[in-house]
């Protein structure tokens, strides 16, 4: 948790929160919160990116940032329009970003929102990269890529401040490509610690868009390194226990990662036999409430099941392959799950001023299920937490479902 210190100063650096009604009678939210660190969020749920845009270019003059972060949800603004407003009235800024499946502002857990979080460029030095076309990339060149961009960061940031250096990263949730890309991405980065989050498109599985300094793309990837005296803590957690109950993938298309059988048996059946189910009542919920791990290294990592097709087939939001060995597991209490992770960075950190989290899509429909959805929002607020609802995470070397990751800051004067 934050200290008490922390909770006054962004309470009392919330330069505006207006409220005004659309026709109907919804409420329409702007924010910006300055926190202790430094960083700055800005978001919004009007469809007008000039607007925003023009917000963004004034707090970046007042805060001096030299780099923003922008998430937005394509069901509210369009990458190609927010690119267009920014390079309008915030031409000398440099950014990075991708559409969401769900927002977290310094009010909770939102849909249809854009987010903008703005690094000072006293306290952050950044330097960033969009590797395209990840379908046809060679994984070396990702790999030299982000070695090239680490010689970049140095030459900005100076000899002390590099010393200090995490990595973001962002990819298209629907390329089939984080795994690879990840991996390719840590063996760049040698000893920095990377993590990030795959761009959604609001559920619809259609198109995700990322979006980097006038580029707006698809089947690509973002690389964001920031070097920073602020002390930083880079964490995950989930909220599931693995049972006995076992799932072998006997016939798969691991390209498209589709799994047509479990135990030589139709895929869906065997499911939702498992978790004791009929296939026709299986459901996005069903498979949040019900994930998959598999072990890797003797730690359970989870493979969630995005959806089901006709035929009784399973999409995944992660690599499948003939073979891999599924267990059914056991959610625990997503809130206190989260809360525990969040005290234990807290006595790491010896404070957490604001955190950046990653928060899987499947964490929010779960956590509606489970009717812990307010409960959770809450624990986001009053902890500091900004992100987005992601489709899959990324942390370290690994891509993760069903996961939250974040990095957590401690207060500039810890650093000083």
Not at 149 to 173: Q, Y
Not at 395 to 406: D, I
Request: net charge negative; hydrophobic share 40%; glycine share 8%.
């Amino acid at each position: 948790m934050p200290s008490t210190r922390a909770c006054l100063t962004r309470h009392k650096d919330t330069q505006k929160n207006k409220r005004r009604r659309k026709a109907g009678g919804r409420q329409l939210a702007n924010s910006s919160t300055r926190y202790a660190c430094g960083l700055s969020a800005l978001t919004t749920d009007e469809p007008d990116p000039d607007a925003f845009a023009k917000s963004i270019a004034a707090e970046a003059a007042a805060v001096d940032a030299g780099f923003a972060l922008i998430f937005f949800s394509q069901s509210l603004v369009d990458a190609s329009a927010l690119a267009h407003a920014l390079q309008r009235h915030a031409p000398s800024l440099a950014y990075a970003g991708c559409s969401t499946a769900g927002e977290i502002t310094p009010q909770g857990l939102e849909e249809g929102h854009v987010l903008a979080l703005l690094l000072p460029e006293a306290s952050f030095s950044t330097a960033s990269t969009m590797v395209e076309n990840l379908s046809s990339s060679g994984m070396d060149r990702i790999t030299g890529e982000v070695a090239s961009l680490r010689r970049l960061l140095r030459g900005r940031a100076g000899h002390e401040r590099a010393k200090s250096v995490f990595a973001l990263c962002f990819i298209d949730g629907l390329s089939y490509a984080e795994e690879a890309v990840t991996s390719a991405i840590h063996w760049g980065l040698d000893d920095i610690p990377l993590i990030g989050g795959s761009a959604g498109d609001d559920l619809k599985f259609e198109t995700t868009r990322l979006i980097s300094n006038g580029k707006i793309a698809s089947d690509s990837a973002i690389v964001v390194l920031i070097a920073t005296e602020i002390p930083f803590h880079v964490f995950k957690t989930d909220n599931f226990i693995p049972t006995d109950e076992k799932l072998v993938v006997t016939a798969s298309d691991p390209n498209h990662r589709i799994v047509r059988e479990f135990n030589a048996t139709n895929a869906a059946e065997e499911y939702a036999a498992a978790v004791g189910m009929v296939p026709q009542a299986l459901t996005p919920l069903s498979f949040a409430s019900h994930p998959v791990v598999v072990k890797v290294g003797g730690e359970y990592y989870c493979r969630s099941i995005q959806r089901m097709h006709a035929d009784g087939s399973l999409s995944f939001y992660c690599a499948i392959d003939d073979g891999v060995v599924l267990s059914i597991a056991q959610p625990k209490n997503m809130v206190e799950a989260t809360r525990a992770a969040l005290l234990d960075v807290e006595r790491k950190l010896g404070g957490i001023d604001m955190v950046l989290g990653f928060d899987c899509v499947l964490r929010r429909l779960d956590a509606r299920n489970r009717q812990v959805f307010r409960d959770i929002s809450e624990l986001y607020r009053t902890s500091n937490v900004i992100g987005f609802g992601t489709y899959g995470e990324q942390y370290r070397s690994m891509h993760l479902n069903q996961t939250f990751t974040g990095i957590a800051f401690g207060e500039r004067r810890a650093a000083e």
